[in-house]
């Protein structure tokens, strides 16, 4: 049984890799300040023996008195209208200063650490699909900015102290990923258009929906994350890690529609600043090396999530109703 430390653990993929690592037998702590989190994520694990959850901002040390043999890092606003505006500043802080207190406790521990950074390293990408090798196209005094220049000095932390301190780090990249757990308001595009056509409301598209992006069904992702860190100690990355299918916003929007039925609408919206136009990961990487590849598909993971979602908007409270 190993010992594993799982930053951002009442989120959304922080919960599903949690669950995954507690039914696997391992003793599992969770650290989240429950900012994007929620509680409820961690209903079927919560009482068990071989989990903690502490609750705290990783902004600040970490004193932890356990052995950890593991810790994947995940605490990190990642929806862009969580990160930006009020909470930018405290976005690039959790970026940073919680970087280097997970390094500090790795180092201490001697245990082995994974950063979740992103596909927003490349920006708004000019090389399509994007490869690791790529140095990518970032705005760093954007609105987005705080986010993507935050994980980029996050991911520079992390090959610092895997150069100066040899503590054994794993860096992966992760694209656009959904599924079961994701907060009904946390206004990803996904989450988004599905609760409005189950609610029977207009679907926003920001521009004009030409705009692309790659979705990976979350049980994919969690497969391979836990690959990655158990991977020989000599792949750091980063790879890159999605489902390299590619549709443009307004297929989603009408996937969706068509899956759902009922009476919405697509309404056009503004464009958010900086928002990228197109994105696609070259997972040759993390096929060669960690024997991995996407199992499902954008129509099989949209049904999924559909089913969780329709569960979470019919035995909610009225909180969600925007
Ligand atoms: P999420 O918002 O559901 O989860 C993030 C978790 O981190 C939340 O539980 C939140 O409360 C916690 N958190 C935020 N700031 C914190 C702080 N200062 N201290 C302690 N906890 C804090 O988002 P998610 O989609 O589960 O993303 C998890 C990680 O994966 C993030 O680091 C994100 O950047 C990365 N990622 C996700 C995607 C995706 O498509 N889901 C894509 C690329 C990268
Ligand atoms: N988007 C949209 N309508 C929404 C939410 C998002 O058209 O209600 C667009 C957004 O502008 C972006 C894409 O969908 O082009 C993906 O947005 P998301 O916030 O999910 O992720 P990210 O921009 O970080 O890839």
Redesign the pocket.
């Known amino acids: 049984m190993a010992s594993i430390l799982v930053t951002g653990g009442s989120g959304f993929l922080g919960s599903n890799l949690c669950i995954r690592l507690i039914n696997d037998g391992n003793f599992v702590i969770s650290i989240d300040n429950n900012y994007t989190g929620r509680m409820e994520n961690l209903n079927s694990i919560i009482e068990h023996p071989n989990f903690l959850f502490i609750k705290q901002d990783v902004i600040q040390p970490l004193v932890i008195d356990k052995q950890i043999d593991q810790i994947y890092h995940l605490a990190c606003p ?4 969580a990160y930006q505006g009020k909470a930018a500043i405290m976005t690039t802080k959790t970026c940073v200063y919680g970087a280097i207190n997970l390094l500090e406790l790795a180092k201490e521990k001697n245990a082995k650490i994974l950063l979740a950074s992103t ?2 390293v490349y920006g708004d990408p000019l090389v399509h699909p994007q490869v690791e090798n790529y140095r990518g196209n970032v705005n760093p005094n954007g609105v987005r900015a705080c986010y993507d220049e935050g994980k980029r000095c996050a991911e520079s932390l992390f090959f610092d102290y895997y150069r100066e301190e040899n503590v054994r780090i794993k860096v992966i990249r992760i694209f ?1 990923t959904y599924g079961p757990k994701m907060d009904p308001k946390d ?4 989450s ?2 599905i609760c ?1 056509a189950l609610r029977g409301k207009d ?5 004009e ?1 030409n ?1 692309t ?1 790659s979705f990976c069904y979350v049980d994919d992702l969690i497969d391979v994350m836990i690959k990655m860190m158990n991977s020989h100690d000599d792949f750091v990355g980063p790879v890159n890690i999605g489902n390299p299918e590619e549709f443009t ?1 307004k297929e ?2 009408e996937k969706v529609i068509a899956k759902i039925g009922g009476n919405s609408k697509i309404v056009y ?1 503004d ?2 600043k900086d ?2 136009a197109q ?1 696609k990961p070259d997972i040759t990487l993390a096929k060669n090396k960690l024997f991995w590849e996407p199992q499902i598909n954008l129509n099989i993971g949209l049904e999924k999530t559909i089913d969780y979602f329709q569960s979470e908007l019919f035995t909610e409270d009225n909180s969600y109703e925007d």
């Open positions: 990642a929806s862009p209208p596909s927003e656009n206004g990803r595009v996904i988004n258009f409005q679907i926003t598209i920001y521009g929906g705009q992006r916003i989603l929007a919206c464009l958010p928002d990228p994105r």
